[in-house]
T-cell receptor
Framework: GNSVTQMEGPVTLSEEAFLTINCTYT??????LFWYVQYPGEGLQLLLK?????DKGSNKGFEATYRKETTSFHLEKGSVQVSDSAVYFC????????????????FGQGTILTVHP | DAMVIQNPRYQVTQFGKPVTLSCSQT?????MYWYQQKSSQAPKLLFH???????NEADTPDNFQSRRPNTSFCFLDIRSPGLGDAAMYLC????????????FGPGTRLTVL
């Protein structure tokens, strides 16, 4: 079956530090890969996505590249801000034998990021 | 310009007292999903609708039911809430392919006394 593994958290950084959150996946088909972010007390919102191998998703200074050879989709940002403090979820959406997945997501366990001034 | 709206944002109920959470969308998406999320854990999919076609996850307790009377609205009914059902409930929508983004509502925080 499909699965997503994220690096253990929580992650604590100082403002302007470099961020990497590792994400690896297992999938049977041709998945799309997503990073969602959840700010305290809110729902999830899409941060970025990539729908095929070697695609790079980017948004708000965050980037992630879909690496099929290493089954990875690591999230990076060159200089984090206090406002980036949130929970980050890596997720995949795959096709399933015999029909559509209806866009169902398989989530990683989430990584809590705290950025200090 | 809210796209996925959930009401109420906070719901308090008593042990065993039925509760209904609502979700509405302005995106005209085919698929609506209900998730349960506890303590910054990953959201757990309970069920989803593709139009009126209902799809239940295998491990969703019978205590949880859902209704989708039209494209815009979807309801989550918890027939007899237990203490373990206290959680954030998230509604999401998408067009339903593997490349489509899911759009989440702000969630309803359910407390069971």
């Amino acid at each position: 079956g499909n699965s997503v593994t994220q690096m253990e958290g929580p992650v604590t950084l100082s403002e302007e530090a470099f961020l990497t959150i590792n994400c690896t996946y297992t999938a049977t088909g041709y998945p799309s890969l997503f990073w969602y972010v959840q700010y305290p007390g809110e729902g999830l919102q899409l941060l970025l996505k990539a729908t095929k191998a070697d695609d790079k998703g980017s948004n708000k200074g965050f980037e992630a590249t879909y690496r099929k050879e290493t089954t990875s989709f690591h999230l990076e940002k060159g200089s984090v801000q206090v406002s980036d403090s949130a929970v980050y979820f890596c997720a995949l959406s795959d096709t399933y034998a015999g029909g559509t997945s209806y866009g169902k997501l398989t989530f990683g366990q989430g990584t809590i990021l705290t950025v200090h001034p | 310009d809210a796209m996925v709206i959930q009401n109420p944002r906070y719901q308090v109920t008593q042990f065993g007292k039925p509760v209904t959470l609502s979700c509405s969308q302005t995106l005209n998406h085919n698929v609506m999903y209900w998730y349960q999320q506890k303590s910054s854990q990953a959201p757990k999919l309970l069920f989803h609708y593709y139009d009126k076609d209902f799809n239940n996850e295998a491990d969703t307790p019978d205590n949880f039911q859902s209704r989708r009377p039209n494209t815009s609205f979807c309801f989550l009914d918890i027939r007899s809430p237990g203490l373990g059902d206290a959680a954030m409930y998230l509604c999401a929508t998408s067009r339903g392919s593997r490349t489509d983004t899911q759009y989440f509502g702000p969630g309803t925080r359910l407390t069971v006394l």
